[in-house]
């Protein structure tokens, strides 16, 4: 390699892109942009540059101390929002790279689709989206993120499949796998990307349920245990598997699950719902946050000075409302509870000596 000259590695890589993926995928050189025009770097393709932005990002290692399921929990093995994203991403990554897709947009999308997920897990975003006027979702949350709060208000300009992807991830208890056209995302990457949330939040969130002695083993339904089989892992590479199978079947490689498999996922959602999500045990303790967060946004609306200072800003960047949503949308669990004991409950007086 002549050192005299500079090497173009972004070329070489997107040249390997034409070369190695299949026609499906989304190739680097073909992305539809950014919001703003900028120089791209001349060593990593767009789609892996926006995956670096993001890891770098405050709103992902805020993650870290975000509920997936379980509030604060004491163990050391609960996941939490940040390891959810995580194991999304391994295996968006496989499913990507047995169907020759685009691994680095498949990571990035991962990476960003749940940016904008409130404290206290989907708890937070029930209640912001009750008392916000324009309501609330957090895939929309984790868009405005990238495009708008990121970077002190700059965002961090991320490309139209990686942004779209981001926006399209989220399933509610809709369907898995995305038959609509209008629904559909841009790219298979981003299909991949929707069908990976689920496989993963389905193995983890079971796991981690056992753990916290919320259900036992013996409590799945039996012929989903015959189906997925016994374990974690097994669950997990059961439906990896279909997933890539089932789209290798299909000529214009569509994401697909079987009738089987989806019916079996939908029948594992279910009883997650009826014996987690929504047991006493754990809704009960998530009442309590829907108080701590509408009082925390009231109190901001009759408070905006207070507001602008525990936000640090100077002034509202957007109407009232919308600056203290996007407030209380990014914080942490315990940045909520310290925040709330600071606000409203009463400190001890301190004796000056």
Known sequence: MCLNKPVKIRQILEEKEENTLSRYAQKSRLTRGRLKEEEECDIRPCFQHDRDRIIHS?????????????????GDHYRTRLTHTLE?????????????????????????????????????EEVLNAIYPSGFRHNEQSLRVVDVLERDGSGLNLTMEVRDGILRHSKGRGEIVVRDGEERPLTREAEVVRVSD???YLSHDIDDAIRGQVISPKDIPDDCVRFFGP???????TMVRGVIFESLR????????????????????????ERVYE?????????????IIEDLYTYFLKNPARFLEEAGLEDFYDE????IVDFIAGMTDRYAFKLYEKIFLPLPWRIPF
């Not at 299909?250 to 996922?265: A, P, Q, V």
Request: charged share 30%; glycine share 4%; hydrophobic share 40%.
């Open 320 to 323: 009232r409302e919308r600056c």
């Open 198 to 200: 689920i496989i993963a």
């Open 58 to 74: 405050k709103a992902f290692r805020r993650l870290k101390h975000k509920t997936q399921v379980f509030l604060a929990p004491q």
């Open 250 to 273: 299909d000529g214009e490689l569509s994401i697909s699950i079987s009738e089987e498999l989806e019916y079996y996922m939908k029948k594992l959602r279910d009883f997650l719902y």
């Open 279 to 291: 047991a006493p045990l754990v809704h009960d303790v998530f009442l309590k946050c829907y108080k």
């Open 88 to 124: 999304v991403a391994q295996i968006a990554r496989t499913i990507a790279k047995a169907l020759a897709l685009n691994e680095d947009l498949v990571e990035a999308i991962s990476l960003g689709h749940d940016l904008g997920h409130t404290p206290f897990g989907h708890a937070g």
């Open 231 to 237: 374990t974690h892992s097994k669950r997990i590479d």
